[in-house]
């Protein structure tokens, strides 16, 4: 039930736009009534006339006498706040009492007329019980009509809650997705660290510091869902710059990609994520470790297309594309984008392995 004060609920019933509604058909009522008068007797067209506006004076009179009860009850209702039964009592009190309080004032008025006019009990009740009638009927469509605007109001509420919470638990299971990717990708960084301080000291705490430069541009913005390309790859050229430091002349790099499309948006940490993985998979295995390519280009029908190739032992490592960091990636591109940004693994040419992320044309937008 909606939430009303008892003015508020008076003033739904009562206004321009029900006067309005009661007139024309109290109007109506009177022309079809007339009609038939007209076709029996034979006056003039004058008298037509006048009857027509006497009787529709009449009937207008019975009409806003409803509308008026019926308001009241409303606002009554709003006071009270009564349920069934109690609630359709009062209704059908208030059309009776306006139907009786309509046809008694519709004999005072001729009163006016013929002072010698007598109230006739058969006439008064005939039109008590068909004004009762058509004021219930009336009365019955509006509240029907008004539950169907509230039924209707309500469920366009519960679809933006709905989709509210949708977008709710996507935030949730990116930031969930994110706070997993977040420790593999620095954890394995940091062992990098640990093991190089084993063997080169010196080495170690150059890439030591490297790696403090590389946090401090990278950690304010480990939180956020999105990233841009442009942002990606800069994470990337300091993770690559500090793994070379590592495997000197093993690891070689080179990046790709057209200033326009660096705007594009993707979930954080997709690139540094897929870079990792083609180190620890594809290149780490090899004593001759090998070359990491990224390539950026536009997609034939519209968004982005980054390719994270390697020539390193390809599908024959362990991982074959299915490992934590690559499902997490996908699942964070499905939050993200749905079905429209993908994920794959290709083989490259001799060897190595592609991974291809594709980014729908909202990504630029």
Known sequence: MEDLTPLQAFRRICNLRMLAGVYYFCLLYAVSRSLTWYGD?????????????????????????????????????????????????????????????????????????????????????????????????????????????????????LFREREALKAQQTEAQLSALTAQIEPHFLFNTLANVKRLYETQPGRGRDMLVALIAYLRAALPGMRRQDATLADELELVRHYLAIL??????????????????????????????LVENAIKHGLSPLPEGGHIAIRVRAAAGGGVDIDVADNGQGFGSASGGAGVGLANTRARLAARFGDAATLELVAAQPHGVVARVHLPPEALS
């Open 41 to 157: 007797e034979r006056g003039d067209l004058h008298d037509f006339l006048f009857s027509l506006v006497r009787f529709s004076r009449q009937t207008l009179l019975t009409g806003v006498s409803l509308l008026l009860t019926v308001a009241l009850a409303e606002a009554l209702l709003a006071a009270r706040r009564w349920q069934l039964p109690a609630a359709l009592t009062l209704q059908a009190l208030a059309v009776g009492l306006g139907a009786a309080l309509g046809a008694w004032l519709r004999w005072a008025v001729t009163l006016t007329e013929d002072s010698a006019n007598r109230l006739k009990p058969g006439w008064f009740l005939s039109t008590v019980a068909i004004w009762t009638l058509l004021g219930g009927m009336g009365y019955a469509l509006l509240r029907f009509s008004r539950a169907q605007r509230s039924g209707r109001e309500q469920l366009t509420l």
């Open 244 to 273: 070379q430091m590592r495997m000197g002349e093993r690891l070689s790099f080179d990046i790709d990609a057209p200033a326009a499309l660096l705007p594009a948006h993707l979930p954080t940490m997709v690139l540094p994520t």
